[in-house]
């Protein structure tokens, strides 16, 4: 993804997106019974779009998410 000077050979097009946390939801169920004692919600991010694999994120890429207050850093995981 990078040409002989180190410089990033695909250029992206829209470096900033806007998305929305939303939610995704949890069923418990009681092992015994199999009847649903509770239903929890959680946050949700959900990332999609070429532009993943513009960015160098193909399909099946490993990655790392670190977490800081306000922040989310997503990288290729090194193998």
Known sequence: MFDKKGKSAVVITKPVRRLKVSYVRKRHEDPKTGYTRRISRHASLTLNGD???QAGFPTGTAVNVSVMQGKLIIEQAIE
Request: glycine share 0%; proline share 0%.
């Open 51 to 53: 532009w993943l694999e």
